[in-house]
């Protein structure tokens, strides 16, 4: 592979122009395609597999035109002082916002709440149901508009009115984090590289895989029905990988001229080991996205698969736009100071002695240059391994302890901030109606086998009423055909709480061990609503975790293999990666959950965590976890077999790896923090629950415990079985095929030649 990848690097440096017209003119292509492609109509949502999708289904077929799936709205009002709502000055305008409502677009029914008898019992509070005909994505925003001028004909007129429900639930909008977080990028990459030529090519590189891979979800959206936050994932992980892997390419590219090598050649032999890493590292991605389809989700598996796709785009991009602008940079990418060091190098080249270029002896005063942070911090843990692997172990552990207390439930409007109206319309119903009135469950009868439903549906209402958690149920509803009836179920406790999720479960139980009796033997009874569903989402996620960790880790496990030639490295990597996802979801837990902190990261309200936050955290940040292994034990691995020791091996490692990982974590932490920033308290969870992952893996696991787990086993790190050895394709990760290539420039054979082993580690 380091072979192909050299003749590739090549070739882009030579037809650099050719190369960037294509790259241009894909991005030119699949824009105007985006432009011209339909508005996406659809943001559907359905869960396959579930009770509650299944009921869904069958009331549209049972009931048509009842959108039991499309959006709600609660528009709740309360009388001022000790006026009721009954009184006809009051009930003169609740009826007027009424009639605003019923003349609104894509309205299905609006409720009377004097006929439905929606007043509390105090009488100061009473709230009107909107139904839609369409899901909440699906809602213009002209339909909002009128939903919300309407509850201010009702502040108007002096009550105080309140609108909950997902109808208020717009498409999430992006923009400003990701400029904050170009804009930290910015700075760290000119800090890291001195020069703004280099600093300017992972950014432009990242913008350009990110354009053609959102432009082409947009393109696709409505023909594949993609949802509108699958471009917004596709732009943070596209944004994230595209900046990574194109500052290692350059990074080893500069590298190579600093032995004093030709440009082409110095960016043929970056993308040859550099991009073999490259590689790598991106189908770990690949297979972590790809692999969110083992949850059944249809729109969680097209979220994977397009963010898979601008994945892929980053790794092509890295490979061939990046040596083609090398190309157009010359020696520029270096920055003034780098150039001037470049040339007192290669002048003390000129002057060694033939010995010096077998690579036995170096003469030059270079090489006694001061050693940078990575090669101290990797001498000290070399020196310290044991204490400096408990420490990182034992800390994290500490920081994971309260992930043994997760609780796993979708947001719902008692998790928005007490500020918006969709928090105090929930408040004012829990307040004045009992907490379920927030969490409603709908019971659907399926009666076509039963000669009496009726009958049937009296005996579910008499049952399901004598149950400790349920408040009130509402009387049945019957299809005109006859067969199937709908009822609805208040529970006494909250949507998000247990025991609304232990009374889903009592009363789809209560069938098979007989709650339901006599009449109902020929029926069967289903239980679906937001809440249910919200339920059966959690549960489906729960049960794919392990199934999706297994075939995640297991098939980046083989890879690593291949990458590393090693057993150990890579049961390492995917131990180390569970250490720091278990200590961030112990964070997460800590923060959102218990409150620590919450004043700090402006958490109003704590309660369970978001249920695809693990499978989510897992798949993002075991990509990017495996992407700083890859491109920090590969140039171990590559010292290793060129002949250091394996103490000396890690110091190289860190001495030219450390920096730009430091770099590529610090950048990926700016980027996920900007999102902890949002007023929505989910995507503030997955900014918080993102950054702070990649910060442990990043600084506590690659760079402490790798190296003293690597220190402990010494050789033993890269062993492998023999017949394993054999199995296993070579693909020359390491570049050794390149060593045997006569090198161009200055620096000559001596530039191939294996450094000298570190005096102070020569016996590790």
Not at 702 to 713: F, G, H, K, S, T
Request: zero cysteines.
């Amino acid at each position: 592979m380091a072979t192909f990848l050299y003749k590739l690097g090549r070739f882009s440096f030579r037809r650099r122009w050719f190369v960037a017209l294509i790259w241009v003119a894909l991005l030119t292509a699949v824009g105007f395609g985006a432009a011209s492609a339909p508005k996406a109509t659809s943001n559907s949502f359905s869960i396959p597999g579930t009770e509650a999708q299944r009921t869904f289904d069958l009331l549209d077929e049972r009931f048509p035109g009842l959108d039991a799936d499309g959006a709600t709205a609660r528009v709740v009002f309360k009388a001022p002082g000790a006026e009721k709502m009954t009184d006809p000055a009051n009930r003169a305008v609740v009826r007027k916002v009424v009639g605003e409502l019923e003349s609104g677009e894509q309205v299905g029914r609006v409720t009377d709440p004097y006929r439905a008898k929606a007043i509390s019992k105090d009488g100061s509070t009473a709230f009107v149901q909107v139904s839609y005909e369409v899901t909440g994505f699906e809602l213009e925003e002209s339909t909002r508009d009128a939903l919300k001028d309407a509850g201010q004909k009702g502040r108007d007129e002096g009550l105080t009115v309140e609108i909950g429900g997902d109808a208020l639930q717009a498409v999430p909008e992006t923009g400003s984090t990701e400029i904050i977080g170009i804009a930290v990028s910015a700075v760290v990459l000119v800090v890291t590289f001195g020069s703004l030529v280099a600093a300017g090519m992972p950014l432009l590189t990242a913008m350009i895989g990110v354009g053609i891979g959102v432009s082409s979800i947009t393109a696709l959206s409505s023909a594949l029905d993609l949802s509108s936050t699958t471009a917004t994932l596709a732009t943070m992980i596209g944004l994230a990988v595209g900046i990574d892997y194109a500052l290692f390419i350059v990074s080893r590219h500069r590298a190579e001229l600093a032995e004093g090598r030709e440009p082409e050649d110095a960016a043929g032999r970056a993308v040859g080991t550099a991009g073999s890493a490259v590689v790598f590292a991106g189908l770990t991605v690949v297979i972590a996205l790809v692999g969110l389809s083992v949850v059944n989700i249809p729109m969680l598996t097209k979220m994977g698969v397009a963010a898979a796709g601008t994945v892929a785009i980053a790794v092509l991009i890295a490979l061939t736009m990046i040596p083609a602008l090398l190309g157009f940079a010359g020696k520029r990418v270096l920055g003034r100071r780098g150039r001037k060091h470049t040339e007192d190098a290669v002048d003390a080249v000129d002057t060694v002695d033939a010995t010096d270029r077998t690579g036995r002896k170096r003469d030059s005063s270079a090489s006694e240059a001061k050693p940078n942070m990575g090669t101290r911090w990797a001498r000290f843990v070399l020196r310290h391994p044991v204490a400096v692997l408990l420490t990182g172990v034992v800390g994290l552990g500490a920081v994971a302890v309260p992930a043994s207390s997760l609780e796993l439930g979708l947001p719902d409007d008692g998790a928005q901030p007490v500020s918006t109206t969709q928090r105090k319309a929930y408040d004012l119903l829990g307040d004045s109606f009992g907490p379920g009135f927030n969490g409603p469950l709908m019971l659907v009868v399926d009666a076509r086998h039963s000669d009496d439903p009726q009958g049937v549906a009296k005996e579910v209402t008499r049952s399901v009423t004598q149950l400790d958690g349920v408040a009130m149920v509402t009387p049945p509803t019957i299809n005109k055909a006859g067969d199937t009836v709908t009822l609805t179920v208040i529970p006494k406790s909250e949507p998000s709480g247990t025991a609304t999720e232990d009374l889903v479960a009592e009363i789809r139980d209560m069938k098979a061990t007989a709650g339901f009796t006599g009449r109902t033997d020929s029926a069967e009874v289903l239980v679906t609503g937001t809440t249910a569903m919200n339920i059966d989402v959690s549960q489906k996620l729960d049960d794919a975790m392990l199934p999706y960790l297994a075939l995640v880790v297991g098939l980046a496990f083989l890879l690593l293999m291949v990458v590393f030639r090693s057993f150990l490295v890579p049961l390492k990597a995917a131990l180390g990666f569970l250490l720091s996802v278990v200590a961030a979801l112990g964070a997460v837990v800590a923060v959102f959950q218990w409150g620590w902190l919450a004043e700090v990261f402006d958490v109003e309200q704590t309660g369970p965590v978001m249920s695809m936050m693990p499978i989510f955290m897992i798949g993002v940040v075991f990509g990017l976890a495996m992407d700083y292994e890859v491109f920090l034990v590969t140039r171990m691995r590559e010292a290793y077999v060129h002949g250091e020791r394996p103490g000396q091996a890690i110091v190289t490692g860190f001495r030219h790896g450390a920096r730009v990982v430091s770099a590529a974590a610090i950048i990926m932490i700016s980027v996920f923090a900007g999102f902890i920033g949002s007023s929505e308290s989910m995507v503030k969870m997955i900014g918080f629950g993102l950054a702070v992952a990649v910060a442990f893996d990043a600084f506590v696991v690659r760079m402490a415990v790798v190296p003293a787990v690597l220190a402990l086993l010494g050789k033993a790190a890269w062993w492998l079985p023999r017949w394993l050895d054999r199995v296993l394709p070579n693909v020359d990760v390491e570049g050794e095929q390149l060593r045997k290539r006569p090198a161009t420039g200055a620096a000559g054979a001596g530039a191939d030649a294996t450094d000298e082993a570190d005096p102070e580690f020569s016996r590790v």
